[in-house]
């Protein structure tokens, strides 16, 4: 799925293309992925539209439109991509905005476990789920006393608390066996037994992070249109996820693999213990 990182790229290389564009006409091949208002409603929101501009909330992308927000959660599989008129259209494309100078905005997803909503000015967004996001992990409102005030008490594994998008939004498996590894602290750890030390290394360790691989995602935008907006390159600096059995970046180690809340965790029993 893509996570905070991924997401923010999608933004960084869209936006350009898309601010000022307008939309002149928005097709749905498959109902299911709107999930509001109903297709037919959705289309004529937002046709007619300016986009002013793209922006990212935790996972979600928000296309701002002069009358209100389309909202897009990608969830497992779901992409959105820019392309020129003509351009091959891919067997899972769902929605299509065809734009004014000739652009098509495509809206892709094997799966169809992806979501778009419409929510025009002044109408309050009670479907998306924005509105149940914790902070950015950004800035002071996520800092050290707010994870330990939200988390301290929990019995939970810590890895858990970052995967709860209620207390900060965009994390996910990757990035927080990521963060967890940086931090020397294992995914285990019941979040109530962290010391204000490690309440401060993480929360000064989760927005360098993620910045960090945020620049590593950075593509061009003809790179992110010939990888059809699957082009990423986070893989090769990743330390620790899906690198169960191989040697610790770090000591040596053999990295080991243990479920938590039904998700694979990997870490380093040295380095994190």
Known sequence: ???????????????????GRLIKKTVVNRPEVIGWPRPERFCEGVAEQHITGLERRGKFLLVCLAGGTVVVHLRMTGRLVAVPSGFPEEKHTHVVFHLDNGTELRFIDTRRFGKLWWIPDGEEDRFSGLGKLGPEPFGTAADAGYLQAVCGTRKRAVKECLLDQSIIAGIGNIYADEILFASHIRPDKPARSLSEAEWKSLAKTIPERLNYFIEKNRVTPAEYLAGKGKKYRNTPFLQVYGRKGKPCPVCGAALCRIVIAGRGSVFCPHCQK
Do not use: D, G, I, K
């Open 1 to 19: 799925m893509p996570e905070l990182p991924e997401v923010e790229t999608v933004r960084r290389v869209l936006e350009p293309q898309l601010a």
